[in-house]
């Protein structure tokens, strides 16, 4: 039988059509998309026990309580404490994926010095070598730690001066630390007693203080109800998050919150709005209207409403003086839902000074934010975890990251009670981070280490028997048994809180209305975030959504 | 087990922080952004959309839109076009699942889907070196070439179904099953739950005379709700594209 070229294309066609009719070409198919998904160099996650843990951030002041799943010794998964008295459960957007920045690029492995690797024997021979020379200033960027009395200890022995850099909200209280003489980190906000808010540009809603304090209270109280029981105010040049949130928004022009601030003055004493006889404000209200946009009427209207639903505090973005003396003039300060003073139970913190020596040396702890650079002569010793670039002089020595170090942490900046944690390392640090305290530690072994200073914070609190640990449940101090056992929970992961603030106590008058300062635009918590570096998948927030535009000199 | 779960956002409540979408990619291991990605190209299951009136000065308003995969319940559209089965709804949960092993990367999910909820993955999942340690061990990583979305973090049902097992229980406990974006939510904007359950807070959310739902006019039942007292920010909902144009995206 002759084999035609019209056989084969029938027999062809037909072995086709069968093809088709069979599973192996859909079969095949699925395969080569199932195949696809397991290339050798699609990353793996890390297999192990898996176990959670409950300790505190450490990379703002805000010292939220997070829940940190555990693989296989790393940290896999952070989220927010649900019974936390302070936070409630609420975590700033970085802190979600905190647990990348250990692996960050820039993280730093090694020393360096003046861009150059250096060894940590070379950092300790040149830091006593100008430590002989002159003075010493080390610089904190978060007070009222353990490794602050270390630092502080450190700088008192050599003679040297020990400072501290206050963050926005801190010097929204500056003020009135410089009026009464009560030192600014014994100030806070007592919010949550207060009725009406007035923000002057404070980024409220979006990072102000603690992430969660303001957002869940705003939540509970303000969200969404036409006349709410917490009317929040803001005033701002700009549509912000919190401006766009808020009971009422005042847009003004820029930098004028000051001149405003005078203006509310004048009508709160004119229309004698205010029990209080404070100093009139040289401005007219003409005056204040024509600079800050406002008609007159507004501002009376405002200064109406600032009044009507009480207690009222306003609340300042930076320390403009003009601001706060507004405070003063409302009895906002020493009174519920206004300006408080904490108790301070920890007596033996270090106070910063405000002469600032010429020194030979100045040491930089690894909390202090990467963008301040001291205007100096003397040899700087920063310590960092992140490389933020830009540092070619100097030494730049690998601090711990994230939940590497162990170390205590201490009422956040404007809370209205004391608190009192412990957060622990549970990822082991490289061998070649040190901290700033175990630097100085290897130089001077007579100073305290930092598990003894909180071993004897957690004895003075225990005998002080005040305020409530709050652990699954809230427990009395006074239930424990001893101060061990109090530490022992304070390890577990649980927060002592005080109780609330004594009436009185800072006595602010004002012999005249205060010249205004310059006013800054208020941080949120990106700007308050310690490291020069964020996550990497802060991505999210800046390239591949148009939710925020990326912060100048931060890199995910 | 028989749910139909779902959210209901309170468009009031959100601010905008952007924590939902960092929780929902940490969660399920959604790679950083390569250097190339964009808004367009970019892997976010969760996505915040930044949406003014149009006005300036100071009538000028914002409201914060996160939009996630709306878990349709009739004629879902990505599952009626899928040629691989990768789609599927899920009877018992009502949950639309996506099978990155099954799909191909054709994309008509992602032109069918009426809410743009579907992402490609353009590119090798990449972490910085060492990062991988950080993944979550209960969510696998994707390949690139498949579509992404949204499963209402079904790793997390998982666990809660197994503990449900381990303690002899047909029904899981709510507590045990709550997505990452709910849980991250600072301001409680999201609420997470099952909306054939009548005792279920959710329920009575999205009853309330301020819910609605994007794109309802499809008939497509989405189970995602938002929630809203303000008249301009429900009437986006029902915009079609041109109206869309018109209103201005920040």
């Known amino acids: 039988m002759k084999f035609s070229r019209r056989d084969l294309l029938i027999g062809s066609a037909g072995a086709t059509a069968g093809l088709l009719l069979t599973p192996v070409p859909w079969k095949l198919l699925g395969d080569v998309s199932i195949w696809t998904q397991n290339w050798p160099w699609i990353p793996q996650p890390a297999r192990g026990p898996v176990e959670t843990k409950q300790t505190f951030c450490t990379l703002c002041a805000g010292g939220c309580g997070i829940r940190v799943r555990m693989a296989a010794g790393y940290a896999v998964g952070i989220s927010g404490v649900r019974n936390h008295p302070i936070t409630k459960g609420a975590l700033c957007p970085l802190g979600f994926a905190a647990q990348q920045l250990n692996w960050h690029p820039q993280r730093l492995r090694e020393v360096r010095h003046g861009g150059r690797a250096g060894s940590w024997a070379e950092a300790q021979a040149a830091f006593e070598k100008a430590c002989g020379e002159g003075p010493v200033a080390v610089i904190d960027g978060r007070s009222g730690r353990a490794a602050s009395t270390v630092l502080e200890a450190f700088a008192r022995k050599r003679s040297g001066s020990y400072h501290v850099v206050l963050s926005a909200e801190s010097e929204a209280l500056a003020p009135y630390a410089e009026w009464s003489g009560v030192p600014v980190t014994a100030l806070g906000y007592d919010l949550e007693n207060a009725r009406t808010i007035v923000s002057f540009g404070a980024p409220l809603l979006d990072g102000w203080g603690t992430p969660g304090r303001f957002t869940r209270l705003w939540s509970e109280r303000a969200a969404g109800a036409s006349d709410p029981q917490l009317r929040l105010i803001q005033i701002e040049s700009s549509l912000s998050r919190t401006a766009g949130r808020a009971w009422q928004w005042v847009p003004i022009r820029e930098g004028s919150e000051g001149k405003l601030a005078a203006g509310l003055a004048r009508v709160l004493l004119e229309e004698h709005l205010v029990s209080s006889h404070g100093p009139m404000p040289q401005l007219s209200l003409a005056e204040v209207a024509a600079q800050t946009g406002l008609t007159s009427e507004a501002i009376r209207d405002l200064a109406r409403k600032m009044v009507e639903n009480r207690p009222v505090v306003v609340i300042a973005a930076d320390g403009n003086p003009a601001v706060a003396a507004l405070n003063v003039l409302l009895g906002a300060v020493a009174a519920p839902g206004g300006i408080v003073q904490r108790r301070e139970h920890l007596q033996a913190q270090a106070r910063p000074q405000a002469t600032f020596v010429s020194p030979r040396a100045v040491l930089l702890d690894s909390t202090v934010p990467w963008e301040f650079a001291p205007q100096t002569d003397a040899e700087v010793f920063r310590f960092a975890a992140w490389d933020g670039g830009g540092n070619k002089t100097g030494w730049l020595l690998p601090a711990p990251g994230f939940l590497e170090e162990f170390t205590d942490v201490p009422t956040a900046p404007t809370s209205a009670v004391d608190t009192y944690a412990v957060a622990l390392s549970l990822v082991t640090p490289s061998p070649e981070v040190k901290s700033a305290t175990q630097f100085l530690l290897e130089i001077d072994p007579s100073l305290p280490a930092v598990e003894k200073v909180i071993h004897l914070r957690c004895e003075e609190l225990f005998r002080a028997r005040q305020g409530m640990v709050y652990a699954e449940q809230p427990i009395a101090i006074t239930t424990f048994a001893s101060a061990e056992k109090f530490e022992e929970q304070l390890r577990k992961g649980a927060v002592w809180v005080d109780g609330p603030p004594r009436p009185g106590g800072v006595r602010c008058e004002l012999k005249e209305w205060p010249a205004e300062k310059v006013v800054s635009h208020g941080t949120n918590w990106a700007a308050a975030w310690a490291p020069p570096v964020f996550p990497a998948l802060a991505t999210k927030l800046y390239q591949e959504s148009n939710l925020r535009e990326a912060p100048a000199g931060r890199q995910a | ?250």
């Open chain 2, 1 to 250: 087990m028989s749910a139909r779960y779902g959210m209901v956002i309170d468009l009031d409540r959100c601010t905008g922080c952007g924590s939902c979408m960092m929780a929902c990619a940490a969660e399920n291991n959604v790679p950083p952004a390569p250097p190339k990605a964009t808004t367009r190209t970019g892997l976010t299951p969760m996505l915040v959309h930044k949406v003014s009136n149009g006005a300036e000065g100071a009538a000028k308003r914002e409201v914060f839109i996160p939009v996630t995969c709306m878990h349709c319940a009739n004629e879902t559209p990505c599952v009626s076009v899928c040629p691989q089965q990768a789609v599927e709804v899920d009877k018992a949960t009502g949950i639309v699942m996506q099978m990155p092993q099954r799909c191909l990367g054709c994309r008509y999910c992602m032109v069918a889907c009426p809410y743009h909820a579907r992402y490609f993955n353009w590119w090798d999942p990449a972490w910085p070196a060492g990062m991988e340690k950080s993944l979550n061990p209960g969510v696998a990583v994707r390949m690139r070439g498949v579509v992404e979305k949204c499963n209402l973090c079904h790793a997390r049902l998982h666990s809660a179904m197994e503990k449900a097992t381990a303690a002899g229980k047909k029904e899981i406990d709510p507590a045990d099953y709550i997505p990452a974006c709910m849980e991250a939510c600072p301001t409680g904007a999201i609420l997470f739950g099952n909306l054939a359950d009548k005792d279920d807070a959710v329920y009575s959310a999205a009853h309330s005379p301020d819910a609605f739902r994007l794109l309802a006019r499809l008939g497509t039942e989405p189970k995602v709700y938002y929630k809203s007292e303000q008249a301009w920010v429900k009437a986006l909902a029902e915009r079609d594209s041109d109206h869309a144009k018109e209103s201005k995206h920040v």
